[in-house]
């Protein structure tokens, strides 16, 4: 099988189809939108879960880290069980937003309220998300 490198964690992983799909939001996010790598983390881990969510960033905000994004990536179209499973994931995470991509780079974004989850129509930007932290 072969390999891609990841730009965010500097190494080289198995090209999955679900890896390439990682690979793009994240170069997008870097290259596009403005994240830092240094606030990106993959495959995060989940507190007292045995799961792992994708891509999770952080905004610097006052001199600390909070919880920006949560981020799934699909290699297969978004469906229910999968936003559902990514909201899951972040009630142990915090994030006030979560988004789910596909390997065509279809993407469906989402902010939290106080109501539950809202959909959120423009570009995840972390300028953009930073202003609602």
């Given at each position: 099988m072969p390999f891609i490198r990841c730009i965010i964690r500097q190494c080289d992983v198995k090209e999955t189809p679900e890896?390439?799909?990682r690979q793009m939001m994240l170069?997008?996010?870097?290259?596009?939108?403005?994240?830092?790598?240094?606030?990106?983390?993959?495959e995060k881990q989940i507190p007292e879960k045995r799961r792992r969510v994708d891509i999770f960033a952080y905004a610097a905000v006052e001199g600390s880290l909070k919880p920006l994004i949560v981020i799934e990536c699909k290699q297969k179209k978004i469906t229910r069980q999968a936003i559902r499973q990514a909201l899951g994931y972040n009630m142990a995470l915090g994030a006030p937003f979560v988004a789910l991509v596909d390997a065509q780079g279809n993407w469906h974004c989402f902010h939290k309220q106080q109501n539950g989850y809202v959909s959120y129509t423009g570009e995840p930007t972390y300028h953009a998300l930073c202003k609602f932290s």
């Open positions: 890896e390439v799909c170069r997008k996010m870097v290259e596009e939108w403005g994240y830092l790598p240094s606030l990106i983390a993959v």
